[in-house]
């Protein structure tokens, strides 16, 4: 996405970044952090991220990128868009089994309520996006099974 942003004279929006353990074009890209819940536990900050993303007061632009999993909640008010995705959010879908089962018995109760909404929301917000390239094809095959594209 640096290199891309950099091509393209672009800012980049960002739940978090430490400028001291990324790269060093990072410094010269402007980067506009719109949050602070790096601080919370992870079931949280995965709810807080899709509400800061959606809610977020983004300024015109002729087009939106979107790379990654929690920023898709703002597509739908942001267009013409694209999505270029690394991968889709697994825990959701294929991974949700194999991560519930290394929990405790209150937390599985409390993962599978979350997965079931946190998955539900994502079909919704995937259904936003105007265009997407994945960057290999078995993402590709992936997100086709799992958005029904």
């Known amino acids: 996405m640096l290199n891309l942003a950099k091509a393209l004279n ?3 929006f960002t739940s978090f970044i430490d400028y001291e353990k990324t790269f060093q074009d990072a410094k010269q890209a402007r980067i506009i952090q719109i949050s602070t819940t790096r601080k919370l536990p992870t079931p949280l900050i995965r709810n807080k991220l899709w509400k800061i993303f959606e809610k977020y007061s ?3 632009y ?3 990128i979107f790379s990654g ?5 703002a597509a739908w008010r942001l267009h013409p868009n694209l999505l270029y995705l690394h991968t889709p959010p697994r825990h959701l879908y294929d991974l949700k089994e194999y991560n519930i089962s290394k929990m405790k018995p209150v937390q599985k109760q409390l993962a599978s309520f979350l997965i079931k909404k946190w998955a539900q929301k994502d079909q919704e917000y995937i259904k936003n996006i105007d265009q997407k390239i994945l960057w290999r094809w078995v993402i590709q095959k992936s997100l086709c099974n799992l958005y029904r594209l």
């Open 10 to 12: 672009a800012d980049i």
């Open 62 to 64: 002729d087009f939106y």
């Open 69 to 73: 999993v929690w920023c898709i909640s």
């Open 58 to 60: 983004y300024p015109r």
